[in-house]
């Protein structure tokens, strides 16, 4: 696997907006295997896709439950050859279960 400059992370948000940083992942097989697996059921997830060593805002940021196409975001990533569609795929089926 080569070495990516970006880098997930999750936050579990509670019932009253409280988030909580529950993991930088650095590929999508750890980010599914590590936390969107295990995140519990009553809160949501903010995932944000950041840049290493990049101060400032987000490259993109989804909130499970908000209804965003989150395919959509990550498509231009794909477009860069920083993602793959198997990778992408792979976050979908992950969020989706989880977000019912």
């Not at 896709?49 to 940021?61: H, I, N, Q, S």
């Amino acid at each position: 696997m080569r070495f990516r400059r970006l880098y997930w992370v999750t936050e579990q948000i509670s019932p009253s907006g409280e988030s909580e940083i529950r993991g930088v992942f650095t590929s999508v097989p750890d980010l599914i295997e590590h936390c969107l697996q295990v995140l519990g059921e009553t809160s949501d997830l903010r995932l944000s896709l950041v840049e290493l060593d990049r101060v400032g805002k987000p490259l993109l940021t989804w909130v499970s439950k908000s209804g965003d196409d989150i395919a959509g975001l990550l498509d231009p990533f794909v477009k860069t050859g920083e993602l793959s569609r198997d990778e992408v795929q792979r976050v979908i089926d992950a969020v989706t279960a989880i977000s019912r």
